[in-house]
């Protein structure tokens, strides 16, 4: 198993677009266990979200590469203080294959890195497997945040929704 990750660069966005969409929304989501498709209505992301995202100063997405395909990725961004953790996503066909703890620990790495002590994510409170998962990993859940979605390329929710924003110190 021959694997790299590796910044993406604003050529990836269309492969980026379809794989992040493919493990949070629609029918093929619920191959994995991260899917939002019983949450929201809509995608997740669109190729020009993407772009903005790769645009934005201090912020990068990592690429999990293996065999030269793109199974999984993961926004960090420089949050002052902290890292900012977002985005984290995984081919849901091979969801609980270890690809997803490769990834949280290249985001970690990269805390390092820029010599930031804590990572910090929101996880809607309602996902509850996907809560355990960080929470084994040593992030605690530290305080609520509402669901706003700042608009619809986000996805449109189909119940009430709240975020629970959780952090881990990176020693």
């Not at 997405?61 to 395909?69: G, P, V």
């Not at 790495?109 to 010599?115: K, P």
């Not at 859940?141 to 990176?170: A, N, Q, S, Y």
Request: hydrophobic content about 35%; proline content about 4%; some cysteine.
């Amino acid at each position: 198993m021959n694997f790299e990750i590796k910044p993406a660069t604003l050529s990836d966005a269309g492969a980026l677009n379809e794989l992040v969409n493919s493990a949070y929304r629609g029918e093929g989501s619920k191959a994995g266990w991260t899917t939002e498709a019983d949450l929201l209505d809509g995608t997740r992301t669109e190729i020009s979200l993407i772009e903005e995202t790769l645009n934005k100063p201090g912020t990068i997405i990592l690429r999990y590469i293996e065999d030269d395909e793109l199974l999984g990725c993961v926004e960090l961004r420089n949050d002052g203080d902290k890292l900012y953790l977002g985005m984290l996503t995984v081919r849901p066909s091979l969801q609980g294959k270890g690809i997803g703890n490769k990834l949280l620990t290249a985001g970690e790495t990269e805390a390092r890195r820029q010599g930031l002590k804590k990572i910090h994510m929101t996880v809607i409170s309602r996902r509850k497997e996907l809560l355990a998962w960080y929470i084994r990993r040593g992030y605690d859940v530290t305080g609520t945040k509402p669901f706003i979605l700042p608009d619809k390329r986000f996805g449109v929710p189909k119940m009430d929704l709240e975020f629970l924003i959780l952090e881990k110190l990176i020693l």
